[in-house]
């Protein structure tokens, strides 16, 4: 991650060409918990989510695990890992957003998921 840090603006892309390359692209099972852990275990997914809440547009910390979060989809951020207990995601909202750039998004089973996280997956296939 040092090699490339999230920056938050508008800039060309400095990839040098070492890294993974992308097939393709499957969708991950709706509203199942195991899915996205077994797509997240191998590499980042693309995840929907309803950010139009000001539970999402004031979190600055913690596990956000409210129903009152909504599952109406319109936004999309990048999953990166998870815990037994919460999804590991980070926002393109900048550095200023939630840990870092980052947040945190309780399991709760299977179904749409807090703020519709478990509804519209997507993960990469790669070469």
Known sequence: MTK???????????????????????????????????????????????AGSTIWGSYKKGVINSTGCGTSINHAVAAVGYTSSYYIVKNSWGTNWGESGFGRIAITGDGPGICGIQQQSVAPYIL
Do not use: E, F, M, W
Not at 22 to 36: E, I, L
């Open 4 to 50: 490339y840090p999230y920056v938050g603006k508008k800039g060309t892309c400095k990839a040098d060409g070492t890294g993974a390359r992308v097939q393709g692209s499957t969708r991950v099972g709706k509203n199942s918990v195991s899915a996205h852990k077994s797509a997240i275990a191998r590499g980042v997914i693309g995840v929907s989510l309803d």
